[in-house]
């Protein structure tokens, strides 16, 4: 459980806390929907906040971040959390498999339970997340992008042919516009300072892998690129996180 006495802790410094600004370049189109038509002829229209600008929501940039930083650790030998399961994401120590019963995944304060490196940054149900994403917002002025509706039809699996009165549309941003959409992530410190910080560097490295972007992306739908500025990775770290791959060799 997350007491929100102890996220407004006194005892940070606000300085010590890293504020990276981050830009996605979208290649091609965006389909980003908004659950719900108002005001369009779409079905699914983009989403867009109050001032009418597009954005990508921070929770659809965490959560598929979070999935591309678990194939890299779970790649390098380290034993990850079953999540999006509440219930497997945290590992009593009493009932802790072998694999979880190392160093590394204690965390100071929670002495009966094991946080794997991904909730170490992320969070999980009772560890608090590390990382605070800012939506992705695009800089060009909503009157310079028109509507744009994309048609599509449902597709039955099974038969492999289009449903019949299944036709519906999407709306997109501007294809091959290049737009930007831009945010901020912010790092709080470290819950394990004797141990190297490996957190921008599974971030950086997540971003990284991420080569597109909200609905569609089979269909060339929200493909992108990044703009992130550079940061220092000390060796440190980088010989810390080989050593899941020791283990394995035990």
């Excluded at 389909?31 to 005001?39: D, I, L, P, R």
């Excluded at 983009?46 to 650790?73: D, F, T």
Aim: glycine content about 8%; charged content about 25%.
């Amino acid at each position: 459980m997350i007491y929100l006495e102890d996220l407004i802790n006194t005892n940070i410094n606000p300085n010590s806390i890293e504020t990276h600004r981050i830009t996605a370049i979208i290649d091609s189109a965006l389909c980003v929907g908004a659950g719900g038509s108002s005001g369009s002829l779409a079905d699914k229209p983009i989403v867009r906040n109050s001032e009418g600008n597009l954005l990508i929501p921070a929770s659809q940039v965490k959560g598929r971040l979070r999935h591309e930083c678990e194939k890299i650790v779970r790649g390098l030998g380290w034993v990850i959390s079953e999540s999006p399961n509440a219930g497997r994401m945290v590992i009593r120590r009493s009932e802790a498999p072998e694999d979880f019963q190392r160093d590394e995944y204690k965390v100071p304060g929670y002495e009966d339970t094991y946080h794997c490196l991904i909730s170490q940054i992320f969070g999980d149900p009772i560890l608090p997340s590390r990382v605070i994403f800012d939506d992705l917002i695009c800089t060009e002025e909503p009157e310079n992008l028109p509507e744009v509706l994309r048609p599509g039809v449902t597709i039955n699996r099974r038969r492999k042919i289009a449903e019949e009165k299944k036709l519906y549309f999407l709306e997109t941003s501007p294809a091959n516009a290049k737009l930007h959409f831009t945010g901020e992530i912010h790092i709080q410190p470290s819950l394990t300072p004797e141990r190297p910080d490996f957190a921008k560097a599974l971030i950086w490295s997540g971003l990284r892998h991420i080569h597109a972007l909200g609905g569609s992306k089979s269909a060339g739908l929200g493909w992108l690129t990044w703009d992130l500025p550079d940061i220092q990775v000390d060796e440190t770290v980088w010989n810390f996180l080989l050593k899941g791959k020791k283990r394995e060799a035990n």
